[in-house]
């Protein structure tokens, strides 16, 4: 009743109203509740204020909402990206006393100074500056003091409300709202333990280890623990204050194709990408180098996903949309039973009207958005992943498009996707990937062969008598194992063989 009544307070009842057992609920919220005025404002922005009055929870929930516009529609969607988290910060020496409640030690021991004053402060966590004993500069976040007691129960009321819906409306199924719970809970149970955060911000430091232009601060682990997290301080102008950039100096072309190639490293090359990468959270360094902090909220795509990514990508940006279909049904994305030339269609429909227009009022998000809304119609499954990647596109075309709306910062990035994909997905990489396949296989033999001893000498040991009749069945069970593995071993080596004739003949 309380959410009801916050919801039509800000006149943002219209998520529920699909259901019809909610329909008595939501008239008497309508009489009992003050509505603000809001007739200025769009239904997405409505739904925005109600989640931040809410809370904290509400917040995240509409953040995770906010890349599914195949359940609410692309301006819903967008509305509520826009939602801010950011709440008032709790007290100084609260933040002292949770250092020194982590760490069991006075904070004069862990810092040589530690400022009271917030510099940042969100739903789960906030940010004091402190300098350590040895002169380092440092960010300490620190976690809200309840925070996890709260999530826990506003995440029980989701899970509660996303089974109810899928009895009550079968139709909500195919967009899995209790998945969509599940991830937030995931998310949340994540950024509820730093040591969690750190761990990913020591790993893309590492991906990155060799680049000049994108930089990712060093994690103090002695200062690090569940609830405290103690990163290098990093220096540097948010990268949409596009004044700023011009007058210290840095070429935004520059900058953009530092973005786009580090975007891009990250989904393709590591499959492991930064899925919070707001202007607060991107900075630039006085030599232009691209800085990003806050590390709680990481996405992953593993190979198969990333070789789907790029094919549809190149084929829509090629107009090859036979391709791209053809893409999807390999994927399995796309049930078999649906046709291929209704989805090419389907496909056309997307990509003509955002694919014609000038290269710099292309948008991939919008693609992707419209590409997710036709899965109804195909009986195509939500993918959590990509809906996490088109998120963090959105927000990334809005960076780029606010420093230079002339620059479209996915065809910086288009010769290195077509690199990458013939070096993944070309002859020389299927030869590759096959020599992989057949060293594996061979060293799968010896250890075949390894266990069948292992367990004659356990049978021994153990006393067991064996019928002669038994030992034979057991080793032509093993027999027919071994014969498994051996004939993939000259298959694949045949299949190798005939790769390096046909390159040879080809040069």
Not at 113 to 129: K, L, P, W
Not at 233 to 241: S, T
Not at 376 to 405: A, H, N, S, Y
Not at 473 to 494: F, K, N, Y
Request: net charge neutral; charged share 25%.
């Amino acid at each position: 009743m309380r959410i009801c009544l916050t919801l039509a307070r800000h006149d943002a009842l219209f998520p529920l109203a699909a259901v019809p057992a909610a329909v008595p609920l939501l008239r008497a919220s309508r009489l009992l509740a003050r509505r603000r005025r809001s007739a200025d404002l769009r239904p997405g922005q409505r739904l925005a204020a109600a989640f931040h009055e809410l809370g904290p929870s509400f917040i995240k929930l509409g953040q995770l909402l906010s890349t599914r516009a195949d359940l609410l529609g692309e301006e819903l969607a967008i509305d509520l990206a826009s939602l801010q988290d950011r709440l008032p910060p709790f007290s100084g020496a609260q933040a002292r006393a949770l250092v020194e409640a982590e760490f069991a030690r006075p904070l004069g021991t862990l810092f040589a100074s530690f400022d009271e004053t917030a510099r940042a402060a969100a739903s789960i966590a906030q940010v004091h500056f402190a300098r350590t004993a040895d002169g380092h500069d440092v960010a300490v976040k620190v976690l809200r003091p309840g925070i996890a007691e709260a999530f826990a129960g506003d995440l029980d009321l989701f899970l509660w409300l996303a089974v109810w819906g899928e009895q009550l409306q079968p139709a909500l199924r195919r967009l899995k709202p209790v998945e969509v719970v599940q991830t937030l809970a995931e998310i949340v149970r994540f950024e509820m333990d730093l040591r969690m955060e750190a761990a990913a911000a020591a790993e893309l430091a590492e991906n990155f280890g060799g680049d000049a232009y994108f930089r990712v601060p060093r994690v103090d682990w002695l200062r690090t623990g569940r609830t405290v997290l103690t990163l290098e301080r990093m220096h540097g102008i948010r990268i949409d204050d596009r004044t700023g950039l011009l007058a210290a100096g840095h070429r935004i072309d520059e900058l953009l194709g530092r973005a786009a190639a580090a975007f891009f490293n990250q989904v393709f090359r590591d499959g492991f990408f930064h899925a919070d990468l707001h202007p607060g959270n991107m900075f630039v360094a006085a030599d232009g180098a691209i800085v990003v902090v806050d590390f709680g909220i990481m996405g992953r795509l593993d190979r198969a996903t990333r070789f789907y990514l790029a094919d549809m990508l190149l084929g829509f940006l090629s107009g090859d949309y036979r391709r791209v279909a053809e893409v999807h049904f390999a994927a399995g994305y796309v049930p078999p039973g649906r046709s291929v030339d209704a989805f090419t269609q389907a496909c056309r429909s997307i990509g003509e009207p955002i694919l014609g227009k000038p290269l710099h009022e292309i948008s991939v998000a919008r693609l992707l958005a419209q590409l997710f809304e036709i899965t109804e119609q195909f009986d195509m499954e939500t993918q959590p992943q990509l809906l996490l990647l088109q998120k963090t596109m959105v927000v990334i075309e809005g960076v780029g498009r606010r420093l230079d709306p002339e620059i479209n910062i996915w065809a910086l990035a288009r010769p290195l996707i077509e690199d990458w994909m013939r070096h993944n997905r070309g002859a020389e990489a299927a030869a590759r990937l096959g020599l992989e396949t057949l060293t594996d296989l061979i060293e799968g033999v010896p250890r075949l062969v390894r266990s069948l001893g292992t367990l004659v000498t356990d049978w021994s040991r153990e006393g067991v008598l064996l019928h002669a009749e038994t030992l034979a069945t057991q080793a032509a069970h093993r027999a027919r194992h071994l014969a498994i593995v051996i004939v993939p071993i000259w298959i694949s080596a045949a299949a190798l063989a005939a790769i390096a004739l046909s390159l040879l003949f080809r040069q």
